[in-house]
């Protein structure tokens, strides 16, 4: 349950802009201070969902993401530098939402999601986003967000291509549900552009914070899916079973 | 009848096209469709699609006119209709 938790005058400077969004108000920035979120992991998609609630003022982050940045993470991984390769993605990662957002809580916790971890993770937060490369992880998180009532962002990507979702405990089936196995084709390493990344963990940032404030209408029984190639955007409609 | 396929994720290039139009006929449900399809393709998509029972992969979503499909529900298919094959995909 989350505890909105009440602005100082530094935070009403800084949320100003969107405090003047039709209902969500000082409410919904209270609503946004009090929420905790785990994101997993914090590469190309959970970067920037990372940076964009630090920006909206998410008063904590728990980010799991085992490994050190590499040269191939530098195109879309956002939150990752160039002088950082070699060196804790969560590290960097954490350090730089700091520097945007010094109030900001943030747990970095250099792990993957795993059997031993999901539980205590999810425990822990108010809301996860799944923004991990392989289906193990998605399905730990999502069988443990089920277990605990967690509602739980979905993002997706694959060359130019996107799918955004958002399960709701009672409302909708998760992720396991929605794809009873693991694709055996799937490989971690896959093509894709920063672009593209970056717009759908846009997209699962708005979602998250709009399950959070209740504003908006988040995309429960549906799948947003767009193609950047051909700029082309549906929702699709998930069936119940 | 005309009836617009597309693929998305992986099965683009399993398909090796994005998007077909095909003419199956009236009386055809979208299961008999996306059977069709996979034999017209043949390897690498029928694998993507179809296991060895030659239903839909559970790693694969289908829906009719932005509608998914129950595989076990036989949905007919009307002149214009589109039907989209979508892979599971995963972040990074």
Known sequence: MIEPKSLTDEERAVYEWQMWVPEFGEEGQEKLKGASVLISRIGGLGGVVAYELAAAGVGRLVLAHAGDVKPSDLNRQLLMTHDGLGKSRVESAARRLRELNPRLEVEAVAENINEGNAAALVGSVDLVVDCAPLFEERFQMNREAKSQGKPLVECAMYEMEAQLTTFLPGETRYLHELYPEKPEWWKREFPVFGAVSGAVGCMGAMEAIKVISGIGEPLTGELLVFDLGEMRFHKMKLGPS | ?92
């Open chain 2, 1 to 92: 009848m005309k009836v617009k396929i597309r693929y998305c994720g992986q099965l683009k290039q399993a398909a090796g096209c994005a998007a077909e139009e095909v003419d199956p006929g009236s009386g055809l449900s979208a299961q008999e469709l996306i059977a069709g399809a996979a034999a017209r393709h043949g390897e690498p998509l029928t694998g993507y699609l179809l296991d060895e029972s030659g239903r839909l992969r559970p790693t694969v979503l289908a829906f009719v006119n932005e509608e998914q499909i129950d595989w076990e529900t036989p949905r007919p298919l009307g002149d214009g209709d589109e039907l989209v094959f979508m892979s599971a995909i995963a972040g990074g």
